[in-house]
């Protein structure tokens, strides 16, 4: 019983909108009628500026790590990864909004700092850097959930961990399929800062 209740919890906390919210209430705009109609970070960043994109993501990684740190709270002995992907699904399918959502990247990284903050501290920094070298986070956020896995696979060993982070690599790249389809058209959106958005700027304005 407790097990299922944290369930609830984690897919409840998940379903916050927060891209949503804070685009309702401090900017009057509904985000899914803007940019890319994703209520994650990197619409919430395009749309209403980098403010209101950083605490977009702070809020998703919050509600992950909250999610997963329900276990050691209230002292249940079941691995905090496999409630945390509760919350995942319901940042995805959110039972506020129609059970629409985002594509989780934030969340995941919140489980993530609750199981073990210091592969969260590493998975960061590929994060962060990916996002600075390409510009693009899609790419940044599909690359780094594939070496996240590889790095648990191949030197972190264990295997729960593991195996969520490979379905949650495939999970990642199954949400950003139209973006794949825009990066190999050459058309996917640049955030604008990093290496990748000076290379576009130059060749733009040469």
Do not use: C
Not at 103 to 108: D, E, L, Q, Y
């Amino acid at each position: 019983m407790e097990i299922i209740l944290m369930l609830i919890v984690a897919y409840l906390l998940g379903s916050i909108p927060s891209g949503v919210i804070i685009g309702k209430l401090f900017f009057h705009t509904d985000i899914r009628d803007a940019g890319s109609g994703n209520i994650g970070t990197t619409n919430t960043y395009r749309v209403l500026g980098p403010t209101a994109g950083t605490v977009v993501m702070a809020m998703d990684i919050l509600k992950g790590t909250l999610a997963a740190a329900q276990p050691a709270i209230f002292n249940v002995p079941v691995n905090a990864l496999l409630i945390g992907l509760a919350a995942i699904l319901g940042h995805t399918f959110s039972i506020f909004i129609g059970f629409k959502g985002g594509k989780a990247v934030a969340t995941s990284a919140g489980i993530l700092l609750a199981y073990n903050w210091e592969f969260f501290l590493i998975a960061s920094a590929i994060m962060f850097t990916l996002v600075y070298v390409t510009s693009m986070v899609s790419v940044a956020s599909m690359t780094s959930l594939t070496l996240v896995s590889l790095i648990a696979i191949f030197y972190y060993q264990d295997w729960i961990l593991s195996v969520v982070a490979v379905v949650l690599t495939i999970f990642i790249f199954y949400r950003h399929r139209a973006n794949i389809a825009r990066i190999k058209a050459g058309t996917e959106s640049l955030v604008h800062f990093g290496l990748g958005w000076r290379r576009y700027q130059a060749k733009h304005h040469s």
